[in-house]
């Protein structure tokens, strides 16, 4: 079988992983921190909070921006639940802004419109959770535009896009997002095996979040309603929850960092090498925004109305040849927990024309040239 995604794991990672086990620390030493500051400094960022993954550095944002009941959160439709769902722990109102239909990231052009009726209805959002979509980053400038007119705070949902570019310059480095959140699951650019990350210009933001990921307790007497006498003291000052990455994952992730301009190197040669072998098809394939240079996480392509067979189809078809394919994403709105908030199917139709369409193929670091050419062989036959 050829899956869509794994992780490529090295004798350095295997390593990096038993000298922490063999160590005096598994959880809340030294390797955390120092994963912490070194995608900080990749990033060109000023603070980082690692978390047991990126659904808890997404709640540990929100949490962060002070979000509550009664506070409204947009995001897009076409992610993972967790970039509505984390808007949700925290009691606010979760909508959509539907997609720009080139890029399927959130659409700015939608966002302006939706912000100018939420302000005749004076319903602007507190945060708005922008999703840079299959490694891409989305139109950071353009949000942060329109967060400068109305107030809105901005986290960016970098899970895909670790080692990413946006005007020449690192993704994570706080120029246009409150926060930055990235994903270390096994299928991402680099691993921790589960994972993820905030970062942040602002320390105030970043101290929040680390407080709350450890059950909002400190040993630092500068944050006590009484000053520590004895060292056994801490004092739990806010209602915070345990979202602490391990000493092991973080061993994972440094070693994992290590290597991630190899594996950025790789899969972009291999979206080059699929752009150029799948052109001519009856396919849309992934666009490229001019300012940015993506971390490819997935490679998504469209099956339109002038292919001989359907999306279905070709996801069969591939499967029959032992090539597993994936869709990203089912839009958010249209799941049984949002549809009985009071979402219905045809309320974001960029995203779900896209859903409809939308296929993922084997992209990895792994993936070697005669399965890319496996690959392609396959979809070339299906769609005769």
Same mark, same amino acid.
Not at 49 to 66: M, R
Not at 101 to 113: E, I
Not at 136 to 164: K, N, S
């Given at each position: 079988?050829?899956?869509?995604?794994?992780?490529?794991?090295?004798?350095?990672?295997?390593?990096?992983?038993?000298?922490?086990?063999?160590? $005096?620390?598994?959880?809340?030493?030294? !390797?955390?921190?120092?994963?912490?500051?070194?995608?900080?400094?990749?990033?060109?960022?000023?603070?980082?909070?690692?978390?047991?993954?990126?659904?808890?550095?997404?709640?540990?944002?929100?949490?962060?921006?002070?979000?509550?009941?009664?506070?409204?959160?947009?995001?897009?439709?076409?992610?993972?639940?967790?970039?509505?769902?984390?808007? #949700?722990?925290?009691?606010?109102?979760?909508?959509?802004?539907?997609?720009?239909?080139?890029?399927?990231?959130?659409?700015?052009?939608?966002?302006?419109?939706?912000?100018?009726?939420?302000?005749?209805?004076?319903?602007?959002?507190?945060?708005?959770?922008?999703?840079?979509?299959?490694?891409? *980053?989305?139109?950071?400038?353009?949000?942060?535009?329109?967060?400068?007119?109305?107030?809105?705070?901005?986290?960016?949902?970098?899970?895909?896009?670790?080692?990413?570019?946006?005007?020449?310059?690192?993704?994570?480095?706080?120029?246009?997002?409150?926060?930055? %959140?990235?994903?270390?699951?096994?299928?991402?650019?680099?691993?921790?095996?589960?994972?993820?990350?905030?970062?942040?210009?602002?320390? $105030?933001?970043?101290?929040? &979040?680390?407080?709350?990921?450890?059950?909002?307790?400190?040993?630092?007497?500068?944050? &006590?309603?009484?000053? @520590?006498?004895?060292?056994?003291? =801490?004092?739990?000052?806010?209602?915070?929850?345990?979202?602490?990455?391990?000493?092991?994952?973080?061993?994972?992730?440094?070693?994992?960092?290590?290597?991630?301009? !190899?594996?950025?190197?790789?899969?972009?040669?291999?979206?080059?090498? =699929?752009?150029?072998?799948?052109?001519?098809?009856?396919? %849309?394939?992934? /666009?490229?925004?001019?300012?940015?240079? @993506?971390?490819?996480?997935?490679?998504?392509?469209?099956?339109?109305?002038?292919?001989?067979?359907?999306?279905?189809? #070709? =996801?069969?078809?591939?499967?029959?040849?032992?090539?597993?394919?994936?869709?990203?994403?089912?839009?958010?709105? !249209?799941?049984? =927990?949002?549809?009985?908030?009071?979402?219905?199917?045809?309320?974001?139709?960029?995203?779900?024309?896209? /859903?409809?369409?939308?296929?993922?193929? *084997?992209?990895?670091?792994?993936?070697?040239?005669?399965?890319?050419?496996?690959?392609?062989?396959?979809?070339?036959?299906?769609?005769?």
């Amino acid at each position: 079988m050829i899956p869509y995604a794994r992780q490529s794991i090295d004798d350095a990672d295997l390593a990096a992983v038993v000298e922490v086990l063999r160590s $005096e620390y598994l959880t809340q030493g030294p !390797t955390v921190p120092r994963f912490e500051r070194a995608v900080a400094q990749r990033c060109g960022a000023r603070f980082a909070v690692a978390a047991c993954n990126a659904t808890a550095a997404l709640h540990l944002a929100c949490l962060a921006l002070g979000v509550g009941p009664g506070d409204r959160v947009w995001t897009s439709p076409n992610s993972f639940v967790a970039s509505a769902n984390c808007a #949700l722990y925290c009691g606010a109102e979760i909508d959509f802004v539907d997609i720009d239909p080139r890029t399927y990231a959130l659409s700015t052009q939608a966002l302006r419109a939706k912000l100018e009726r939420a302000e005749r209805a004076g319903e602007i959002p507190k945060v708005v959770i922008a999703v840079d979509f299959a490694g891409q *980053p989305c139109d950071a400038a353009g949000i942060a535009a329109l967060r400068d007119r109305y107030g809105f705070r901005i986290i960016e949902d970098a899970a895909h896009a670790i080692g990413a570019l946006y005007r020449g310059e690192p993704v994570g480095n706080g120029r246009y997002a409150d926060v930055t %959140v990235f994903s270390f699951h096994p299928v991402k650019i680099i691993t921790t095996a589960e994972g993820g990350m905030a970062l942040s210009n602002d320390a $105030e933001l970043a101290g929040r &979040m680390a407080l709350l990921r450890s059950h909002g307790v400190t040993r630092d007497a500068a944050r &006590m309603e009484e000053r @520590s006498h004895d060292p056994w003291e =801490y004092e739990q000052v806010e209602l915070g929850f345990n979202y602490r990455m391990t000493e092991v994952e973080a061993a994972l992730g440094l070693a994992q960092l290590a290597r991630i301009e !190899t594996f950025l190197e790789r899969r972009r040669a291999l979206a080059a090498r =699929y752009d150029r072998d799948l052109a001519g098809m009856p396919l %849309v394939l992934p /666009y490229q925004i001019p300012d940015a240079r @993506s971390a490819y996480h997935l490679y998504p392509i469209r099956v339109g109305p002038a292919a001989r067979i359907d999306r279905r189809g #070709l =996801y069969g078809a591939l499967r029959e040849r032992g090539i597993v394919t994936n869709v990203h994403y089912i839009p958010i709105h !249209t799941q049984p =927990y949002y549809r009985a908030l009071g979402f219905a199917p045809g309320a974001f139709p960029v995203a779900e024309a896209y /859903y409809r369409e939308a296929l993922s193929l *084997p992209l990895y670091y792994g993936l070697t040239d005669e399965q890319q050419s496996e690959v392609v062989a396959a979809v070339a036959d299906a769609l005769g």
